[in-house]
Structure formats: C-alpha cells, structure tokens
C-alpha cells in the first residue's frame, strides 16, 4: 500500500490532483490524505477543511487573513508528518502549499516532494527557484517552457508533462474541429463576443464595469454585436446584479457546459488575464487580455519583472495578445481593438496563426495526469530502493 499525501488550495488545482489521483490509483494499490477540493473528495480524500479558506489573490488578501492561514498551515503540517506518508504533492498555491512542504521536509528530511504546477518564476520573484531545491525533489510542469527556465534559474529538476487543458474532452473537441482541415477561422455574422471578467469575486468587481462600458461602445461599431458572459454558479447572483444596468445585455451563463458552449460559438473575448487567456488560445479565440490589482498589491507591481502576464505571449515568445492594466483599461480602446479582433482584419488572423503554433508547441503524447503519476511513483520507488 502506498500513501500519497496531498496539499492543494485552489478549485483549479483540485482539478489537477483528481486527475492525478485516478491516474496514481490505476498505478497500483494507492490512498490519499491531506487537503483538497471537490473533486478530489470525489476521488476519496478525506480533506482537513474547505479549500475555499485558502482561495485567495492578491497581497492585500493574504494580509487580512494571516491569521487564519497561519493556523491552517501548521495543522497542515502537523497532519502530514503524523501520517508518514509515501510522498507528498503540493499542488499549485505557492504562498501556503510551499511553507507545508517547508516544514514537513524540516521534520521528515527523506520524504519526496513534488511540486505540481510550480510557481511563475517567469513572471516575477525567479529566486524562488533556487529556494525550492531544499524542499522540492521534483517540479511537473504544465507549461512547455518551464523546465528551462527552472533550469536557468537554480530550480529543482523540473518535467513538462502538459496542461491539464489538454485532456478535457470539452476543449478537445473545440480544438479538433479548429484543426479540421479546410475549417472555416472567419468570424461569423453577427459576431459573438466572449466576456471573462475573472474567477474570483473581486477580479469581477474590478472589472466588471469596464467590461459593460467596452461592450456597449463596441456594439454601437459592430452592428448587431451578441455577447455572452460564462461564470461560475457561485458568482452568477453578482454578475447578474452587476449587468442588470447595462445597455446591452449579456447572456450570463454557467457550469462548465455553458462555458464551453460559449467558447464554441465565440468570435472574440474580453477576458481577465490568467488561464482563461490560454484556453481561449487553444480555442482558437482572438482576445484582449484586462488586469486590476487590489489596491495593496498594486503598490508592490514593480516586483513583477516578466515581459508579460499572458500565458498565450510567452508561448509564442512574443508579444502575440494586447494586455492593457489599470491606466490603459480604457473602454474606448478596448472597443476599437475589440473590433479589429472580431473582423476580418490582419489583427485577427496573426492571432490565429499564433495560436496554432502555440497548439503544437504544447503537444504532448501522454496525458498529463499519466505523466504526473509516473514521475511521483518513480520518487516513491527511489526512497524506498535507500
């Protein structure tokens, strides 16, 4: 019997490790404990409390919830090292995930650790990778450029197994009939425009109201412009009462079939930068990417050192999608490039082109979970081959 214990502290990394929990189970006899979400509950884990205490943005979140996450992590730490488990995953959520593994290596120093999803060395703070090596036996990475830069920045060895993205059936869908030969890329008539003003409650509250104001200038420079908003059940009552003014209205829907029914007949988006940016990427969508940081965390912006924020850019290695930040969300603007991505324009398709080479770029043989699991249990078999 084999024990894999878990740190996970966001929905998105709740996904990962459910994937990663099939894929380990079907390796062999295997339990898991530790902490995780939804859909790794549903997968068998026993979680230590709600991950949603721990879903927060932002420096100025995690200051006013010190308190509380400081007593999470050491019950956190505590339980793993009572567990004395096989191996421990930490799972994307750096401010907390890194300081359980911390403490656990400081109390069980021969116990592996993976990192799964690892923190965004090349956006900002790259000597995050060199601390890690102490802690961290191994980073999987879901972004074709990340063991290079781990690498290049003193970072423990490091795999690029691919995004889970790349293994959701709805996507892949998406993406195949994009890919078919002979598709049409041309935007339909009238044109769709995708909103995705973020995940989080207050990404949402940030931008929310340029997002109306973009969309009601661009409808009047696109003529019988449709629009859709997808968001998550948990954020819909918000939205709803946030669009409720506008002057054009969105279709606001949710749950992921509604999302990705949205991506299917989108033309454009107007998104939050984030992941999101990458899987309208994979989608084939033209987009122009927004970002409001909360007021503490906009006073220490010039720790960010990246070229860019947009996943899409620093997958094509150049500056392939438009972001525009605090100063530069101007609807006026948006409106307007908004309308050369939803046209037939030049615009338009040297974003397509850049998308389909940021397909293959991102390619892989083996799905990421498969990947994942291989390289936990081969940290396994290596402890107990010591």
């Known amino acids: 019997m084999t024990t894999i214990a878990f740190v ?17 189970r079907a390796g062999g006899d295997v339990t898991f404990v530790g902490l995780g979400g939804e859909a790794m509950q549903a997968e068998g884990l026993e979680s230590l409390f709600d991950i949603h205490e721990l879903s927060i943005i932002g420096i100025g979140a995690i200051v006013a919830r010190l308190p509380q996450l400081v007593r999470r992590l050491s019950q956190t730490s505590d339980f793993i090292v009572k567990a004395r488990p096989d191996a421990l995953v930490i799972i994307d959520s750096p401010t907390f995930s890194h300081r359980v593994a911390q403490r656990v290596r400081a109390r069980l120093p021969d116990l592996p650790i ?31 450029f990340e063991p290079e830069t781990m690498l290049r920045f003193g970072g423990p060895p490091a795999t ?6 790349m293994s959701d059936p709805a996507l892949g869908a998406i993406i195949a009939r994009v890919e078919a030969p002979g598709a049409d890329r041309r935007a339909k008539q009238p044109p769709t425009l995708l909103l995705l003003p973020g995940s989080r409650r207050g990404e949402i509250v940030r931008l929310i109201d340029d997002f109306g104001d973009t969309l009601q200038r661009l409808s009047q420079r696109v003529p ?51 992941t999101v940016s990458l899987e309208l990427a994979l989608a084939d969508i033209p987009m122009a ?17 990246a070229w860019t924020a947009a996943l899409p850019n620093f997958i094509a290695g150049h500056p392939l999608v438009p972001e525009h930040f605090h100063e530069i969300i101007r609807p006026e603007l948006l409106a307007r490039r908004l309308e050369r991505l939803i046209t037939e324009t030049p615009e338009r398709h040297a974003q397509l082109e850049g998308f389909s080479l940021i397909r293959d770029r991102m390619a892989i043989a083996e799905a990421p979970g498969d990947s994942a699991a291989a390289i936990v249990l081969d940290l396994v078999s290596r402890r107990r081959r010591t």
């Open 8 to 24: 996970v502290g966001e929905p998105s990394g709740d996904r990962i490790g459910a994937d990663l929990m099939r894929a380990l």
């Open 114 to 144: 993976a990192n799964y999803i690892p923190p965004t060395i090349w956006a900002w703070r790259e000597n995050r990778a060199a601390k890690m090596r102490p802690y961290v036996d191994h980073a999987i990475c879901a972004l074709p």
């Open 160 to 165: 690029y197994v691919g995004h889970p993205l």
């Open 224 to 274: 019988g412009l449709q629009s859709v908003l997808p968001t998550l059940d948990r954020h819909a009552p918000l939205v709803r009462e946030k669009v409720a003014g506008w002057a054009i209205q969105p279709r606001v829907v949710t749950g992921e079939a509604g999302k990705w029914e949205a991506f299917a007949m989108a033309d454009a988006a107007l998104a939050a930068s984030g």
């Open 289 to 305: 990417l927004t970002y409001r940081l909360d007021p503490v965390g906009y006073r220490f912006r010039h720790l960010i050192t």
